[in-house]
């Protein structure tokens, strides 16, 4: 009997409690939303406090300047703090504008043969002056004077351009090295335009230009203008991606230029690249072929320059990130300028049988761990690792045939 009215009163406090549904998920889902809006709106105040000091903390880089001839340039005798990635270096010109270990005067002739190096980011340098290709290369031939004419975005009409200016102004010059890679054809194709006979040149608006941007890398740049803290979320899936590239999956859609294991600027090498689409999505209006050609006639002119002076050119290749997953060390690129240098070049260095090498070392297991070895990852330049391999390759051809003064024929300023 007792049993009974325990189990009835038991029942009837069950039956008294209200029924479980879905009203406990829906408070979850909830206070989840409220947490999410409260963290997103703090974010975006933080982020834009974070803005406003960045914003009176800058400085400006004044160092570089549009130029009337090569389109940009270096200020003179210019000093700042430069930026690639999470990476900071100190950043000086010479009296020429060309980045130099300090700021220094460039006399008009040195008793040292002298090089001038020309090139584009590479010879540039994304990193500190000691670990760069000219920094190199000049630490180890104290008994040599070179200038670095290498900046960011220069092809073979901003060399010719470039060794111009320094000629004209009456500099001493021994050799001219011009370090090329396969971008150069894209940017004499559908970046650079002639705009007069001497040789100067504009390049084409930003709101002219076509990036090849995808949705992923879209919302990213939102996401990490507005909410820095939430924006924390990509870098786990870099750590992912980049994981995944030591394992052989070639993929980086980061950027404004499209995944840099596959950059359109680089592929005209190794495939059907697009040719309607205008920079950086494109090789409009020129195409490949006129790109190519136009390459060649530029250096064929800065060669023709040099001749009248008895100044010898070299040729240096190196590869782009691209090339080393598609290409082969003997690509079209090698082999249209191993035919141009031919009674033209004191010295033709490629150096992509080198990278190629060391990918190969790369264990069946991991066979990406080249990239993280040469590159700074998540981009195309080279890290230090990589900056060596190419300053080798000169170091060793320098060594092997030393530069030497030409002899002074009264004919180095004013001619063209």
């Known amino acids: 009997m007792t049993t009974n009215v325990t189990e009835e009163q038991d029942l009837a406090a069950l039956g008294s409690q209200p029924p479980r549904g879905p009203g406990k998920l829906v408070l979850l889902l909830v206070s989840l939303a409220f947490s999410a809006a409260v963290f997103l709106t703090l974010d975006w105040f933080h982020t834009a406090r974070l803005l406003r000091a960045l914003h009176r903390t800058s400085q400006p880089d004044l160092c570089r300047v549009r130029d009337?001839?090569?389109?940009?340039?270096?200020?003179?005798?210019?000093?700042?703090?430069?930026?690639?990635?999470a990476d900071s270096y100190k950043f000086y010109t010479n009296s020429l504008g060309f980045r130099d270990e300090k700021i220094r005067?460039?006399?008009?002739?040195?008793?040292r043969p002298r090089i001038l190096l020309l090139g584009d980011s590479f010879v540039e340098g994304k990193l500190a002056w000691n670990k760069s290709i000219a920094g190199r290369i000049a630490a180890h031939f104290p008994q040599y004077d070179f200038l670095?004419?290498?900046?960011?975005?220069?092809?073979?009409?901003?060399?010719?351009?470039?060794?111009r200016m320094v000629l004209d102004k009456g500099i001493d010059i021994d050799e001219v090295i011009v370090f090329l890679d396969n971008s150069a054809v894209q940017?004499?194709?559908?970046?650079?335009?002639?705009?007069?006979?001497n040789g100067a040149v504009t390049g084409i608006g930003y709101e002219q230009q076509h990036p090849v941007t995808s949705w992923y890398v879209k919302v990213r740049g939102w996401v990490s203008q507005h909410f820095v803290l939430t924006a924390q979320?990509?870098?786990?899936?870099?750590?992912?991606?980049?994981?995944?590239?030591?394992?052989?999956?070639?993929?980086?859609?980061?950027?404004?230029?499209?995944?840099?294991?596959?950059?359109?600027m680089s592929a005209w090498t190794y495939r059907k690249v697009n040719e309607s689409d205008v920079f950086p999505a494109g090789y409009a209006p020129l195409g490949v072929e006129a790109g190519v050609a136009k390459e060649e006639a530029k250096m064929t002119l800065l060669c023709q320059e040099l001749q009248k002076r008895n100044i010898p050119i070299s040729v240096v290749l190196y590869p782009h990130l691209g090339q080393l997953v598609h290409d082969t060390a003997?690509?079209?690129?090698?082999?249209?300028?191993?035919?141009?240098?031919?009674?033209?070049?004191?010295?033709?260095?490629?150096?992509l049988p080198a990278f190629y090498a060391a990918k190969e070392q790369c264990p069946h297991g991991r066979p990406g761990c080249w990239y993280p070895q040469l590159f700074v990852v998540g981009d195309i330049h080279f890290n230090a690792a990589g900056n060596a391999m190419v300053?080798?390759?000169?170091?060793?051809?320098?060594?092997?045939d030393p530069p030497g003064k030409r002899p002074d024929d009264g004919n180095t300023a004013g001619h063209r």
């Open 330 to 351: 003997e690509n079209r690129q090698v082999q249209l300028f191993r035919q141009w240098c031919r009674g033209r070049c004191k010295r033709f260095i490629t150096v």
């Open 391 to 400: 300053a080798d390759a000169v170091i060793n051809s320098l060594t092997e």
């Open 148 to 163: 670095n004419g290498g900046l960011a975005g220069y092809s073979p009409s901003n060399y010719l351009t470039t060794a």
């Open 68 to 85: 009337p001839i090569r389109y940009h340039a270096l200020k003179p005798n210019c000093e700042f703090t430069d930026y690639w990635g």
């Open 187 to 197: 940017h004499e194709a559908a970046f650079y335009r002639d705009i007069d006979a």
């Open 233 to 264: 979320v990509f870098r786990l899936f870099d750590r992912v991606q980049r994981f995944l590239i030591r394992y052989g999956y070639y993929q980086l859609p980061m950027t404004n230029f499209g995944d840099p294991f596959d950059y359109e």
């Open 105 to 111: 005067d460039v006399p008009v002739a040195d008793p």
